[in-house]
């Protein structure tokens, strides 16, 4: 079984920026996708980014321009670059990795003056 541990969050003033990163327990070139969901309490879990092994990245419009996904499958990370941050984008952010469906316990990201 994968774990997935991730580390980054915390509180940001509007127009900040914070990294989030996501530890594997494996080596996550043999992980097909993997990205950052998020969700706010009352709501469904919502993709934000999600990157292939060949390095293709999809965003969810609401952070295309402002948020960067990476991985390397080296240091078994995977990263989530964002920048110009909105009270809007406070959630629970949470790594996951496809095919096996691995989630990470999830990081609070709160974007508020």
């Known amino acids: 079984q994968v774990q997935l541990v991730e580390s980054g969050g915390g509180l940001v003033q509007p127009g900040g920026s914070l990294r989030l990163s996501c530890a594997a327990s494996?080596?996550?070139?043999?992980?097909?996708?993997m990205g950052w969901y998020r969700q706010v309490p009352g709501k469904q879990r919502e993709l934000v980014a999600i990157i292939s092994n060949a390095g293709s990245a999809n965003y969810a419009d609401s952070v295309k321009g402002r948020f960067t996904i990476s991985r390397d499958n080296r240091e078994n990370t995977v990263d989530l670059q964002m920048n110009l941050l909105k009270p809007e984008d406070t959630a629970v952010y949470y790594c996951?990795?496809?095919?096996?469906?691995?989630w990470g316990q999830g990081t609070q990201v709160t974007v508020s003056s």
């Open positions: 494996e080596r996550t070139f043999s992980i097909p996708l």
């Open positions: 996951t990795g496809s095919p096996g469906g691995y």
